[in-house]
């Protein structure tokens, strides 16, 4: 049975930030990938990584082998959270509006 990759968002006020991955067996960083400024939520779709950048007012998709950055999507005002529903990539957008917004990526 293959196993579970587990996913750490490493984050820092006023800079990019890393992302780190290890697997249920192993505890050792396997990669460290830069992203946009201030992420703040980060999801997989069991194919990539989805991670909110809110400074950046982005999302950003990550291929885990390597960290390459397969896309970039500009979604909005302070991006806060990402949640993969089996189908669709959802963020979400608390500072949009008055009560805020869900988008789908995907």
């Known amino acids: 049975m293959k196993s579970p990759i587990i996913l750490a968002l490493f984050m820092s006020l006023f800079s990019s930030a890393v992302l780190a991955q290890?697997?249920?067996n192993n505890s050792a960083?396997?990669?460290?990938?830069?992203?946009?400024?201030?992420?703040?939520?980060m999801a997989s779709d069991g194919t990539n990584i989805w991670v909110a950048?809110?400074?950046s007012n982005n999302v950003m998709k990550l291929r885990p082998s390597d960290g390459a950055v397969l896309g970039?999507?500009?979604?909005?005002?302070?991006?806060?959270?990402?949640?993969?529903?089996?189908?669709?990539?959802?963020?979400?957008?608390?500072?949009?509006?008055?009560s805020g917004v869900i988008v789908s990526l995907a």
């Open 29 to 41: 960083v396997q990669g460290t990938f830069k992203v946009g400024e201030f992420p703040v939520g």
């Open 72 to 98: 970039t999507f500009a979604v909005g005002t302070k991006p806060a959270f990402v949640a993969f529903d089996g189908a669709n990539i959802w963020v979400a957008l608390p500072k949009q509006a008055e």
């Open 53 to 55: 950048n809110a400074a």
């Open 22 to 24: 290890t697997t249920a």
